[in-house]
């Protein structure tokens, strides 16, 4: 069974910092990953969605693939304070593998 | 874009009851989920479920837990009877295609067992 792990557990940046984040799978032959947010009371954000390796942007998210060692990242540009929520990764064939999420808290 | 709702937001219920969790999915979709997150834990699939059956279910998929759309209404996922290790935020899904890519989440349902 896919196991999927992030780190670190909680980041926490300043406003305007680059804020990376960072997934490990033990299942390389799944074809989709992705990134979600999930805000206290909320339900989740789609935030990028990557299917093949190297990099793929959405706005301020751009998350990176390399499948060959087993790693997803994503990385935040320009964070906010309204950027602070717990930051998901996933991926997945036919059902979808969840990590134990990353706290991020973005400082004024 | 395309929203999944769930009913209710918030549950509360006594141990031994009986919980109807609703999910109304995208309109157009064809296969709907479930997951569990308890608090502080990672989000788990439960089911998955096409053309009224369940394709995949979980370990986590007790069988006090049942899934149902009747006549194209609510995705419901129904627990009888309710146990404390129940108490979560149980997520619905629903995609138009089979794959874990193009699933839509709704808000959750945070569901407590006393």
């Known amino acids: 069974q896919q196991k999927v792990q992030q780190s670190p557990e909680s980041l926490t940046v300043s406003e305007g910092a680059m804020a990376s984040l960072n997934c490990t799978f033990s299942?390389?032959?799944?074809?989709?990953f992705r990134w979600y947010r999930q805000h206290s009371a909320k339900g989740l954000e789609v935030l990028v969605s990557i299917f093949s390796d190297g990099e793929k942007e959405e706005g301020r998210f751009t998350a990176h693939l390399n499948r060959a060692n087993l790693h997803v990242s994503l990385h935040i540009r320009e964070p906010q304070p309204s950027d602070s929520a717990v930051y998901l990764c996933a991926v997945s064939n036919n059902r979808i593998f969840f990590g134990d999420g990353t706290q991020l808290v973005v400082k004024p | 874009g395309p929203k999944v709702l769930q009913i209710p937001s918030h549950q509360i219920i006594d141990m031994g009851q009986m919980v109807t969790l609703n999910c109304d999915p995208v309109s157009n979709h064809l296969y709907f989920y479930w997951y569990k997150q308890i608090l502080g834990q990672q989000m788990e699939f439960l089911v998955n479920?096409?053309?009224?059956?369940?394709?995949?279910k979980s370990k986590l998929f007790k069988d006090q837990f049942s899934v149902e759309r009747p006549d194209g209404s609510y995705f419901t996922l129904k627990i009888q009877p309710t146990a404390l290790e129940d108490s979560a935020v149980y997520f619905c899904?629903?995609?138009?295609?089979?794959?874990?890519?193009?699933?839509?989440f709704g808000p959750g349902t945070r569901l407590l067992v006393l």
């Open positions: 899904a629903s995609s138009p295609d089979w794959g874990g890519d193009t699933q839509y």
């Open positions: 299942d390389g032959t799944s074809n989709n």
């Open positions: 479920f096409y053309n009224g059956k369940v394709m995949e």
